[in-house]
Each structure stands twice: as C-alpha cells, then as structure tokens.
Nanobody, 126 residues
Framework: VQLQASGGGLVQAGGSLRLSCAASGRSFSRSAMGWFRQAPGKEREFVAG????????LYADSVKGRFSISRDNAKISVDLQMSSLEREDTAAYYC????????????????????WGQGTLVTVSS
C-alpha cells in the first residue's frame, strides 16, 4: 500500500501550487482521502478531505476558499489545488486515506487515518 505525494516546492506569497497524491497497492475507491500538513514545531493538522465518491468535501477554516481538494477514482489519486498561498501555509503536506468512505469533522484527528504518504514540502516566501 503506497501513497505517493508530489508537487511541493517554493512559491511566493499569493501564488499557487497543486499537490498530487497517487495511490497504489490496494483500491482506495471506497476510501475517504485527505491532506494534512505539519509545520516545524507544530502538530500535524487536517487541511482537507474528500469522501470516496468525491461528492463530499471538508476544509479547515484556515484554507477554506483558497484550497480545493479533488479526486480521480479512475486514477485513484487526490489533488490539492492551493491558491492565494500565505507564509503560514509553509509545511510538509501529507496525503492520507482511511478505511471508510466518509469524512466528517470528527475525522480531523490524524489518528483516524490509516494510510499515509510521505510528505511533500511547501515553502511560501514573502
């Protein structure tokens, strides 16, 4: 089981980046998927999540209106489009998946997610 994240990099404040996460090793078509991030010295925090169908999405208040999560069940991938980036968005971003198809506000806890990819670093400069 592998989740491979990509797309991180250095961007100026106000710019955009698109992160991608490709899944392999098992079918995640019935799994909720999401993105978390962890800044230096801080705990891992929920960023966005999508249900298995893609019909339901959730966002942290700090990124709502700026980030958009989407998934492609044919490719078994999930993307995070990030716009209007701020310095506070600087962090390692991790994609995750869980063994149930739904995602709710209770699932913002990283402990609720069973599968994790490696982090991809996003650095926003002023």
């Amino acid at each position: 089981v592998q989740l491979q994240a990509s797309g991180g990099g250095l961007v100026q404040a106000g710019g955009s980046l698109r992160l991608s996460c490709a899944a392999s090793g098992r079918s995640f078509s019935r799994s909720a998927m999401g993105w978390f991030r962890q800044a230096p010295g801080k705990e891992r925090e929920f960023v966005a999540g999508t249900s298995a169908s893609g019909g339901s999405t959730l966002y942290a208040d700090s990124v709502k209106g700026r980030f958009s999560i989407s998934r492609d069940n044919a490719k078994i991938s999930v993307d995070l489009q990030m716009s209007s980036l701020e310095r506070e968005d600087t962090a390692a971003y991790y994609c995750a998946a869980r063994n149930v198809p739904h995602v709710t506000w209770r699932d913002r806890d990283a402990g609720q997610w069973e599968y994790w990819g490696q982090g991809t670093l996003v650095t926003v400069s002023s």
